[in-house]
């Protein structure tokens, strides 16, 4: 099993920056990626960012590309999203989730194995 923990949100005001961070525990040799997926009410959780842990790949969406950054320390075990300009459309929570089937298939919220507790991030306008 591999546990995550997000950390880093909360309330800002447009135009600010926030870092998120996801701590993973537990047998994570098992990890090939990780990634960031957002939801607000209402609707479906879509993904943000992911990054690969043994190579350098990233993913992105297009609407935060150029704001958003996705990292890794894998001596921490733990992957970042750095977030700037953000806008009242970011506002969200936000889910660290793990891949453990070395899927490539980043976008699909079903290709990840574990998730986090969500953390939430609001962006005042």
């Known amino acids: 099993q591999v546990q995550l923990v997000e950390s880093g949100g909360g309330l800002v005001q447009a135009g600010g920056s926030l870092r998120l961070s996801c701590a993973a525990s537990?047998?994570?040799?098992?990890?090939?990626?990780m990634g960031w997926f957002r939801q607000t009410p209402g609707k479906s959780r879509e993904f943000v960012a992911a990054?690969?842990?043994?190579?350098?790949?990233?993913a992105v969406r297009d609407s935060v590309k150029g704001r958003f950054t996705i990292s890794r320390d894998n001596a921490k075990n733990t992957v970042y999203l750095q977030m700037n300009s953000l806008k009242p459309e970011d506002t969200a929570i936000y889910y660290c989730?793990?891949?453990?089937?070395?899927?490539?298939?980043?976008?699909?919220?079903?290709?990840?194995?574990?998730w986090g507790q969500g953390t939430q991030v609001t962006v005042s306008s």
């Open positions: 989730a793990a891949i453990r089937t070395n899927s490539r298939n980043y976008y699909n919220e079903y290709a990840y194995s574990y």
């Open positions: 537990g047998d994570t040799s098992r990890v090939s990626a």
């Open positions: 990054v690969s842990w043994g190579a350098d790949d990233t």
